[in-house]
């Protein structure tokens, strides 16, 4: 697969892939590495970070803050890949559908995502969470209710370039029903371009869900890095490293996953040049 | 000709506007507790009695279709209802702060497309050359920072460190002053939540101009112009970034959603008293008619923003006559 | 003989490292004398159209002029200084190029894009350059010049454009003109106009023109000298006719013997029973949404034709006519808006899907472009048991006669485990055509299934469609744009043109004595008719 | 108490450029801070801190009370009490007058303690639910006759209860909707001038007010302000003079406290006297069970609790009454302190055993919303604390109608909130643990449905005894049984700090701090 050669020959979206893998790797370790929660208070509040058997300083609760990051990476993936699957769900639906048979039901889909790219999205996402009132699911729900049309062009503009490629004529010539068309001719040519625009979402979700957070509308129950961050408004008077630490988390995580949807645009068409 | 396609667009604008006027209607019924509750809450003491006259106050004892057609009358006469917590119009409200929204988004919609495109054209003359490279990451870390965060760092930086800017609100508080010191005193202010709300655009400007122009430069009519033997400059000015523009402009159309969305953030951030603060504390606080006009209001502006974009795509480019 | 205007001495092109080759072109020798047309004849990837752009300093990023010489008028451009190349591209070196559709700025006006080039080399006001660009369109034939001027290039035809960059070009008389395929994007009639503006143009100002282009027909028509290009050498120059006449190398003869001449071999068909009757065709296409106002196009308009076993149909017709329309029509692909196809007494013009599903097996197809009709993600033993295994048919078996009808089509068997991106244009054609047998077919659609091949690949393929239509029984319906090639395959011949049949009849007798004026400019367009 | 910590480098007033000039103006206005605009300022009607501290200005009280809450004249320069301690005689001063200019008189005292403060204000009705009758003899005195003894009948005339309301205004008129509730009148220093709406309250200085040499000011601004931060920053750029209770987040206090220029006290609140609570819904097991609401307090290390999580800013509270206070009597509590084993051993004993992974019981705390400040943080701190011992908690964030819907509706499992004692029990305590004021829909009231004959009884029997020993005996014996009880989870004695800018002199004047009004107050 000279793909796999292709996307690991870019610097960047090796860079992208490593990260985003230590990353991984910290979240899922965390309750191995670390012996106590993030929850669990250590010590006095708001201590800089290199005091004693403080690697990243305490926060305003005086919680250790490394414990603190290495928890918050889950929240903050869990809700970026949860968020995108669905959304990916709903739009490769909308998307084929409008993409495929076109014509009326083409129209009416696509205006009705022009729609929701019209509503100013956050605005909408803050009411839909805070009806739903402020949880992990809520969050999850919200955000893939507002991305899903990011997707859903994307498979549409797939759709119509594929469904007029000849290999698929072929296949209706040759009598194949249309799901069948649709799952086994131009589904499979679709995914690449999907998977790219996908980790791109993910990171612009992790962003999202910070954002929700970092406006008191996450899950209280929850620590995330957004909400660290959050939490940090005032305490950033007095303690620099209680927002800065966390929002270094956050942009490196979606660099790398940034890093690594370019890498996959630029592998899977190789005409598009550097 | 053109005109027909103005006034389709027109005719969109509007049917979006009454979407949105259903769609949030609905929304935000839905959501638990209402106004009574909210003044009740508030007032510190709520008897059954007096939260059953506010209800009747603000005819939410009404069936929802009934309230529905009441509302749609009275938003069509541009008359948003009055606020559940404030007790004023909210068309008032959004009006006395819809200008500093806008002021801070065109100052950002500004910067961030000077330099966008500015950085975008540096970095597409020399592709892979190290200007090239240095713009395409720095495109990419703006993309990937969070604005919040961002505006919280050059508080943290020019507010608590150096002190050199004032981080909060859009004039000195208490400090009345008019003219020329009152315009002073807004620029010395609007310095941190323009540049932050900026930044992420002027990345997305300088990437979109950066991959518009090599796009173009690689097309067939570039090099018929090289044929003529026009120069190097000419060719990139005349040609290259006429036909770049075309991307540029569509784009700028589908940004006006996210600005909003950024606004929100960066306002909350620097307490910049615009609409995105106002939607914050309305949803905190079940103001829905303060949110529901925001959404309308905000609706409307994006909407006319595309208008004005799309208008501006059919005269860059002329193959546009009919829109699409 | 005078001194040639321009003379190439040993010129290497190297490529970037990546590309399939190191050198784009190696150690060519060529003169351009003045007051002639010399051509540079080969098939893609020659190395002919890097040789007119290092001639022009406008090689892409990447491709870089490492050895040998260019010199025009004495001078060598290779070592000539940028700025002093650059004032010379327009007003001593002109350049046209293929793709008239992409070659104009789309958001400039034709007149301005006209007197830019005046004004890059003349001190002359706008509305000065802007008459003399008038002129000089009114010179190459366009009429209502005035109008022109404002348009933009979407308004124009594939003709009209080119005929602006000529103008363009010669619009400070150059001393050579630099002609790559200019007309292999147009159509045949409109193809023919261009090449004879060309070439009176040349005479009347006795300039120097180097004319690109893969067509010895072009050649024929138009060189006074000309050079063969092969993997970015030249094989073999000359004087065009002794070229033409005896060619010297293998290479040149094959390529010669592989363009379809016009007379047609084949024997009449046998007068089997009528397979398919399509009577009163008709396709109409709605364009514009809900806002816009709908504009309707009839693409086939009342269409009849009949179709008998072991017999090839050709419906030939430029680019427009509804040729392909009709055929997607026939196969359902479209829907028609009126008229029947009977296929065996049955009309499967507007049957249900349902019950269409058994009788579309009879018909089946093969399709033009060799890189879109194939799904890349599927191995080829996939592709082609997919209309089997979709009847029904289980995999071993149909794996089984897959064998069979890849032999029939002239590929190795253990071809079915690899992936379409592995194959030739030409190998793919075959994979296609495989597909469509393995449905056993009654009736077999063509759709221009060689214009996306070299010429020699070409030949090929039209004789396996010759064989295995013999061997099969099959009735064809094919499809093309190219008359030449219709005169080699087809017993006979449907002319088409806004979707009206315009003259039929036996291939042979068509072409002797075509009685339609619309079919007779066709036969004339056909380029080297006269002189092979 | 609050140690000097070393500031961070905060060197004196940060002075932005552009507001360089407060420092330099000599202007004798002073600047206040408003998070945002009240609905409306009609005084009894919306009774929260905001408004006591700008209406405090507007509307007088009869009596001001002492750090010992001992009552001091006022509007009634005398006062009498019948040794049978049912009729209370006040003498008015004469030379007061309504900021429109009309005299200030009996017919005043009479609407507001008859008519308009029971009908708007729950506290208010509770106290004069006691009186019998009121009636105006002359324009000048007042006699209130009482069903019975209410010896907390003197204190439930402090400003913050008791204001007096313009009856010329008023009478007659539906409270609710009468338009002077946006431009209020009153006695006292301050009169209202403007009001623009998101930007701020303008109080101008009362030209005819009776007290001599006051008030010290030209005016007061109250400027809206909404994020903590900005709060901050107008603090100590000198913006504004006085920052109030709950303006500033308590985690920068270390740096306010290192500005020479801002002076701090924690006193100026004893007179509303807030304890931090947490309640719960006893009509829910195994919150009914005393041994579980005890594991609860030893289960919290309440000294960290104020000392980290709060900054310092409190005291805890070992009773239903903060010690501040009179009747506070410290001998007869039973106090709970940090002790997990115990806690531990109580939830065993109450056969709260834990079952899987280690949970004895789970239970969602409802949340106060205040955008993540020091209620959110103390909640986190319990939560955190209680699951060391096996209760698993999970926080449920609300906003404002949801909070006192949930709460009223008695739909919680537990909630963490912040109240007022008002200095008497009869006046601020007894509404969260009578019987009788168990009332569905209604937010302040006994929600966690605590149900003891002998603690009504006692509160009944302390509000009406005649002697100070009588009612101090029923206090203690209370005070004995709630806390054995353990009523309610009383965490600390809140004590928020008001940070004044040390150009102001004689800001605080007494236990009602900024509630009395800043007559007295002047800019040096």
């Keep these: 697969m000279n793909f796999a050669r292709r996307f690991f020959s870019r610097p960047a979206a090796m860079f992208g892939f490593a990260v985003f893998v230590a990353i991984v790797m910290i979240a899922l370790a965390a309750p191995l590495v670390f012996a106590r929660g993030p929850f669990n208070i250590v010590g006095m509040p708001l201590l800089p970070p290199g005091a004693p058997g403080l690697l990243a300083g305490s926060d305003i609760l005086g919680r250790d803050m490394a414990v603190g990051l290495a928890y918050g990476a889950r929240v903050s993936l869990l809700v970026g890949v949860t968020s995108t699957l669905c959304a990916v769900g709903i739009g490769i639906l909308l998307g084929a559908t409008a993409g495929y048979y076109g014509g009326l039901v083409d129209d009416l889909l696509m205006r009705f995502t022009e729609f929701f790219q019209i509503i100013p999205s956050f605005v909408l996402l803050m009411v839909l969470v805070a009806f739903m009132q402020p949880s992990l699911a809520s969050t999850v729900i919200g955000i893939a209710l507002i991305s899903w049309p990011q997707v859903a062009r994307v498979v549409r503009g797939e759709f119509l370039s594929l469904r007029s490629r000849e290999f698929v004529e072929a296949a209706r010539v040759l009598g194949m029903r249309d799901a069948r068309i649709i799952f086994t001719q131009i589904l499979p040519n679709a995914l690449p371009p999907i998977v790219a625009v996908s980790s791109m979402m993910v990171g612009s979700a992790i962003l999202t869900e910070s954002a929700l957070a970092f406006l008191g509308l996450g899950d209280p129950n929850l620590l995330s890095w957004g909400s660290m961050i959050g939490g940090a408004r005032s305490a950033m008077w007095v303690a620099w490293w209680t927002p800065v630490l966390p929002g270094l988390s956050i942009m490196v995580t979606v660099l790398a996953l940034n890093f690594i949807g370019d890498g996959l645009n630029d592998a899977l068409n190789p005409r598009r040049r550097h | 000709m053109k005109l027909r396609y103005i006034a389709a667009r027109l005719v969109k604008t509007v049917l979006v506007a009454i979407a949105v006027v259903v769609l949030s209607f609905f929304l935000i019924r839905l959501a638990p507790g209402d106004a009574a509750t909210v003044m009740a809450g508030q007032s510190g003491y709520a008897d059954e009695a007096f939260m059953k006259d506010l209800r009747a106050e603000y005819g939410l004892d009404q069936p929802l279709p009934a309230q529905f057609w009441k509302y749609a009358v009275t938003v069509a006469q541009g008359d948003l209802g009055t606020s559940y917590v404030r007790r004023q119009k909210v068309t008032t409200i959004i009006l006395e702060r819809l200008p500093n929204t806008l002021l801070l988004d065109a100052f950002a919609l500004l910067v961030a497309a000077a330099g966008g495109i500015w950085l975008g054209s540096m970095a597409a003359r020399r592709p892979g050359s190290a200007g090239d490279s240095a713009v395409t990451v720095l495109s990419m870390l703006f993309y990937a920072v969070p604005q919040f965060w961002l505006g919280m760092m050059m508080v943290l930086v020019f507010a608590v460190w150096l002190a050199w800017l004032p981080p909060f609100g859009i004039e000195t508080m208490g400090s009345d002053y008019t003219g020329l010191a009152r315009v002073g005193d807004i620029a010395q202010h609007i310095i941190l939540p323009g540049t932050t709300l900026a930044l992420y655009f002027l990345a997305s400007y300088a990437r979109l101009t950066r991959t518009a122009m090599i796009e173009v430069a690689d097309q067939d009519f570039v090099k018929t112009a090289r044929a003529k033997g026009i120069s190097e400059r000419q060719v990139a000015r005349r040609h290259i970034l006429r036909n770049a523009l075309i991307p540029l402009v569509t784009y700028a159309g589908l940004q006006a959603s996210i600005l909003v969305g950024g606004s929100v953030l960066v306002e909350n951030v620097f307490s910049w008293p615009g609409i995105g603060t106002l939607a914050y504390e309305a949803v905190t606080s079940r103001d829905n008619p303060v949110l529901l006009g925001i959404f309308i209001v905000t609706a409307l502006l994006v909407c006319l923003f595309n208008l004005i974009t799309d208008i501006a795509y059919s005269i860059a480019d002329p193959r546009v006559e009919l829109g699409k | 003989m005078a001194e040639p205007l321009v003379s190439i001495r040993n010129l290497t092109v190297s490529l970037p490292q990546g590309a399939d080759r190191p050198l784009a072109v190696e150690d060519v020798g060529l003169d351009v004398g003045r007051n002639e047309i010399v051509c540079i004849v080969g098939e893609s990837g020659s190395g002919k159209s890097v040789t007119a752009h290092a001639i022009m300093g406008l090689l892409p990023r990447g491709v870089t002029a490492t050895g040998g010489q260019i010199l025009f008028g004495g001078v060598d451009l290779l070592r000539e200084a940028p700025e002093a190349l650059r004032k010379r591209r327009g007003r001593d070196i002109a350049m046209i190029f293929q793709d008239p559709m992409a070659a104009l700025n789309p958001v400039v006006a034709i007149g301005r894009q006209v007197t830019e080039q005046i004004r890059a080399h003349r001190p002359v006001s706008e509305h000065q350059a802007l008459n003399q660009a008038g002129a000089l369109l009114s010179q190459m034939g366009l009429k209502d010049v005035a109008s022109l001027l404002k348009a933009y290039p979407h308004q124009l035809s594939g003709g009209q454009r080119q005929r602006v960059m000529i103008a363009m070009a010669l619009s400070l008389s150059p001393q050579l003109l630099i002609a790559d395929e200019p007309t292999t994007a147009l159509d045949v009639t409109t193809q023919a106009q261009i090449l004879k503006l060309i070439k009176r143009i040349q005479a009347e100002r006795e300039m120097s023109v180097l004319l690109i282009t893969h067509d010895f027909g072009v050649v024929a028509d138009m060189a006074d000298q000309v050079a063969v290009m092969r993997h970015g050498r030249v094989l073999e120059s000359g004087a065009a006719r002794s070229v033409l006449g005896n060619p010297s190398h293998s290479y040149t003869r094959a390529l010669i013997a592989a363009v379809p001449h016009g007379e047609s071999q084949l024997p009449p068909p046998p007068d089997a029973r009528p397979l398919m009757q399509v009577t009163g065709l008709t396709k109409r296409f709605r364009r514009g949404g809900l806002f816009s106002r709908a504009s309707i196009t009839t693409a086939v308009d009342d269409v009849s034709l009949t179709l008998s076993k072991g017999e090839t149909l050709g419906i030939v017709g430029e680019s427009g006519s509804g040729k392909s329309t009709l055929a997607r029509c026939v196969i359902r692909l479209l829907d028609p808006d009126a008229g029947e196809v009977l296929l065996d007494g049955a009309d499967i013009a507007h049957m249900k899907a349902g019950r269409l599903r058994p009788l579309r097996r009879r018909i089946q197809m093969v399709f033009q472009d060799p890189y879109s009709s194939l799904n890349p993600r599927q191995t080829v033993g996939d592709i082609i048991t997919a209309g089997p295994r979709a009847y029904g048919e289980e995999l071993k078996q149909a794996r089984a006669r897959a064998a069979d009808i890849l032999q029939l089509v002239g590929l190795n068997p253990q071809v079915m485990d690899r992936l379409p991106h592995e194959f030739s244009g030409g190998q793919r054609q075959r994979i296609g055509l495989a597909r469509a047998l393995m449905l056993r077919p009654d009736v077999l659609i063509a759709d221009e299934p060689v214009s996306a091949l070299d010429v020699t690949v070409q030949a090929q393929v039209l004789k396996l469609l010759d064989d295995v239509r013999k061997q099969m029984n099959l009735a064809m319906l094919f499809i093309t744009h190219d008359m030449r090639v219709a005169a080699q395959v087809c017993h006979r011949v449907m002319v088409m043109r806004h979707g009206r049949i315009v003259e039929c009849g036996p291939t042979r007798s068509l072409f002797a004595a075509p009685s339609n004026d619309y079919t007779k400019a066709l036969l004339a367009a056909i380029p080297g008719r006269q002189s092979i | ?524």
């Design chain 4, 1 to 524: 108490m609050l140690n000097r910590r070393a500031a961070l480098g905060a060197a004196g007033l940060l002075a932005y450029p552009a507001q360089a000039w407060a420092l330099s103006g000599k202007s004798r206005v002073m600047n206040a801070m408003l998070t945002d605009d009240p609905a409306h300022l009609n005084y009894p009607l919306y009774n929260t801190r905001i408004m006591q501290e700008i209406c405090g200005n507007i509307n007088e009280s009869l009596l001001l009370f002492d750090w010992q809450f001992k009552p001091h004249p006022n509007l009634a320069r005398a006062f009498e009490m019948s040794p049978d301690g049912l009729t209370y005689t006040f003498h008015l001063r004469t030379d007061v007058q309504w900021h429109d200019g009309v005299k200030f008189t009996a017919r005043d005292v009479v609407f507001s303690c008859g008519v308009m403060l029971p009908q708007l204000n729950a506290r208010s009705r509770a106290a004069f639910s006691h009186i019998a009758s009121i009636k105006a003899p002359d324009a000048y005195t007042v006699v209130f006759t009482l069903k019975e003894p209410f010896n907390a009948f003197l204190l439930s005339l402090m400003a913050s209860n008791a204001p007096m309301m313009p009856a010329h205004i008023y009478e007659g008129t539906d409270f609710r909707t009468n338009p002077y509730n946006f431009k209020p009148i009153g006695t006292g220093p301050f009169q209202f001038a403007e009001w623009r709406r998101g930007q701020y309250i303008h109080l101008a200085r009362n030209p005819h007010y009776w007290r001599p040499g006051q008030p010290g000011m030209d005016g007061i601004y109250y400027r809206v302000c909404p994020t903590p931060e900005q709060r901050l920053v107008a603090m100590e750029t000198g913006a504004v003079d006085i920052a109030m209770a709950d303006d500033i987040d308590t985690v920068v206090t270390s740096r306010l406290l290192a500005n020479p220029n801002i002076v701090a006290r924690d006193d100026a609140y004893n007179g509303t006297g807030e304890i931090m609570v947490m309640e719960l819904n006893m009509r829910r097991w195994p919150f009914s069970d005393r041994r579980f609401r005890a594991a609860f307090l030893h289960a919290i290390d309440r000294e960290f609790l104020v000392k980290a999580i709060n900054f310092g800013q409190g005291k805890v509270a070992h009773s239903p009454i903060p010690s501040t206070t009179p009747y506070y009597d410290d001998k007869v509590l039973t106090k709970y302190h940090y002790d997990p084993a115990r806690a531990r051993a109580l939830l065993d004993e109450m056969g709260c055993k834990p079952k899987r992974g280690g949970v004895r019981h789970r239970f969602g705390l409802m949340l106060t919303p205040d955008g993540d400040g020091a209620y959110t943080r103390g909640a986190k701190y319990i939560k955190q604390a209680l699951s060391e011992v096996g209760l698993d908690v999970f926080l449920e964030a609300t906003d404002y109608p949801t909070q006192s819907r949930r709460s009223g509706n008695w739909e919680f499992d537990c909630d963490n909130n912040n109240y007022g004692t008002y200095g008497d029990p009869a006046i601020g305590t007894s509404r969260f643990y009578l019987s009788s004021n168990i009332r569905k829909g209604v937010p302040l009231t006994n929600l966690q449905g605590y149900i003891n004959p002998e603690v009504d009884r006692l509160f009944a029997q302390g509000a009406v005894a005649i002697s100070r020993e009588e009612a101090q005996a029923c206090y203690s014996r209370l005070q004995q049984i709630l806390t054995h009880d353990v009523a309610m989870l009383w965490l600390y004695e809140r004590k928020p700090l008001f940070y004044y800018n040390k150009r102001l002199k004689n800001v605080i004047t007494g236990p009602n701090g900024p509630g009395d009004g800043f007559g007295s107050a002047a800019l040096a």
